[in-house]
């Protein structure tokens, strides 16, 4: 019976995907050992104590609530000192944060205040009696590397997108404590946080993304596939590195292994070839689409489906395509 | 400004990894090694700032085996004054463990700065440099694509999924760079016979204890091999049919 912790992430008062992503998993985790208890950790601005019960819906019993008006961003040394103390309060087995771009930058640091090993961006997990697996993608998703991890408790951050987040609803008990430090004691401060476009869907949290490479020939091409993404809806807008390198969008929607690495439920590349840069940051994505002229473009061996061609034939057509399938729903 | 940088020696991705008999390690055969990509832009911001701010100097930092050497000596030829080598048999899979070796290594040293790639391209995990912060009890911000220094306190920013995050923080700090912020210098001949007389200091790493180990390593499943499904906007009709019947994704 093993007490599991889960990150509960939020941004602006609401609860991120990843963060039911990281209970399922603690709830997963903590039935595999013969049922033990999981506990959430959610630090905010004042009123995100509402968003707790919300994390019970995914199989949560306890839900730890820091409100405070100094936490309406995030603070690295205020989520680390309070996360650090939740835990070795606890006698937990295990702990799941999300790694997200702020898991990757809070988890490791949680880790060396409690002197524990981190298993980062893993893709599978597996509690034992006296160590835990876990699964990691390294060398751009080329090797599976299998950790062990052995001491209490044994932390892991989640590649985002890999847990399906699973209802099992039960009453969470809901209670708020005080930050571990005070907001305006930390020393790093963060002075301004610009959101882009709010509307605009993260790629981490985007179940389908249509993504775009230098077979666009211009950035302002690009509303292909902005169109296409509109008419599927709920798609996110990505991009090669050789497009956001030219400028042509901006370097945060760059996928591949220097940007951001995605697992949706489809991909779709348009005008990509397929470079190793790239392929690392979508290879995991369930379902692969490709359009792109050249018929040996290392991109079609990896796609599900591809379609040799023009894109500025092929693109618009598939917008009009799925314009009518949802129409028709 | 005394600025350390962090590197760490990895092998080039591009190449065909395959595993020994063990299978817990990589076939060495044919792998070639070389800095990472982030080290590259932290081992240049590092340059820039002694070159812009004044007087100081870059010291490069590399927990690793003799092979290090050589990536260390590239880093002098580049512009750093001297490196330093926390020699290990390998470099453990342990993040914790790394930390520790470069924590005690730097405690004492009077840095400003202490600078890491924003996550080595190997592992891609970015855990050691928040870690050795930690462990230095050190502000640290990671990421970043822009620095500021004026005076004894920097501004940085950094991209979070849609957001951009401006953040100051006084120094002594420890900073992880992302890409964009710099490109990395190529030596020049010069810079290389120099790096020939630059003292490349070796000691043992103090890694303690690890908790963390390769249990195994393995080549992922192979995706279904690709299937072109047609040529044109004709496909298209075909494409649709495929994704709501047999892929489910609509």
Known sequence: MAKVLAFAESRGGELRKVAF???????????????????ALLLGAPGVAARGAELGRYGADHVTVIEHAGLERYSAEVFA??????????DYRAAFFPASAQGRDLTPRVAARLGVSLASDVTGFELRADDVLAQHPGYTGKVIVTLRLVGTPALLSLRPG??????QPRTARVETAA?????????VMVTELTQRAAARLDLGEARVIVSGGRGLRAAENFKLVEDLAAAIGNAAVGATRAVTDDGWRPATDQIGQTGRVVTPDLYIAVGISGAIQHLAGMRTAKTIVAINKDKDAPIFKIADYGIVGDLFEIVPRLTEEMKRVRHDQ | MKIAVCIKRVPDMEARFSISADRKSLDQSGLKYEMGDFDGYAL???????EKQGPGEVVVVSVGP???????????????????????DEVPVDGLAIARALAAELKDGGYDLILFGRMATDTASGTVGPMTAELLELPCVTAISQLEISGSRGTARRDLEGATETSTFPLPAVLTIDEGIARPRLASLK??????????EVRPAQLGEPHLFIEAMALPPDRPPGRIIGEGAEAVPELLRLLKTEAKVL
Do not use: F, N, Y
């Open chain 1, 179 to 187: 930050p571990a430090l005070e907001p305006a004691a930390a020393r």
């Open chain 2, 191 to 200: 810079g290389i016979m120099a790096a020939k007389k630059k003292p490349l």
């Open chain 2, 66 to 88: 003799d092979g290090v050497q050589e990536m260390l000596r590239k880093a002098l030829a580049m512009g750093a004054a001297r490196a330093v080598q926390l020699k290990a």
């Open chain 1, 81 to 90: 000192a309070t996360a650090a103390a939740r835990l070795s309060a606890g």
């Open chain 1, 162 to 167: 890999v847990i399906t987040p699973v209802e």
């Open chain 1, 21 to 39: 992503e990281a209970v399922t998993a603690a709830r997963q985790a903590a039935d595999s050992s013969g049922g033990g208890e999981v506990h």
């Open chain 2, 44 to 50: 240049e911001v590092g340059l820039q700032l002694v």
